[in-house]
């Protein structure tokens, strides 16, 4: 069975670091794309950021470019996401997802779309504040 696997959340004051971890089990990562979203109490889901398959092609959200950094480690069948300057705006249930569809233009918009992707894990929680 396909599952995705979040952790690394946690609490941090404004100005501090996470880095998320998305591990994949029943399949192998590295034919998939893989997506962070986070979703904020009251608000809508919204792309955080994307990696390719391959690692080579990577995108932010405006609201987390310079902050954030998405990896990948296919070897150990995990991707991450790297959060440092956290803000209290950053508060959210974070999701990874998996897709195997492929978009050579416009990557930013399909892949920080939910409706691309297929697989989704249960969440990981990240409260800033201090």
């Known amino acids: 069975q396909l599952q995705l696997v979040e952790s690394g959340g946690g609490l941090v004051q404004p100005g501090g670091s996470l880095r998320l971890s998305c591990a994949a089990s029943?399949?192998?990562?590295?034919?998939?794309?893989i997506g962070w979203f986070r979703q904020a109490p009251g608000k809508e889901r919204e792309g955080v950021s994307y990696i390719s398959s391959t690692g080579i092609s990577t995108n932010y959200a405006d609201s987390v470019k310079g902050r954030f950094t998405i990896s990948r480690d296919n070897a150990k069948n995990t991707v991450y996401l790297q959060m440092n300057s956290l803000k209290p705006e950053d508060t959210a249930i974070y999701f990874c997802?998996?897709?195997?569809?492929?978009?050579?233009?416009?990557?930013?918009?399909?892949?920080?779309?939910?409706?691309?992707?297929?697989?989704w894990g249960q969440g990981t929680q990240v409260t800033v504040s201090s």
């Open positions: 997802a998996a897709t195997q569809r492929r978009y050579y233009s416009n990557t930013y918009y399909y892949y920080l779309r939910g409706s691309t992707y297929d697989y």
């Open positions: 029943g399949f192998t990562l590295d034919a998939y794309a």
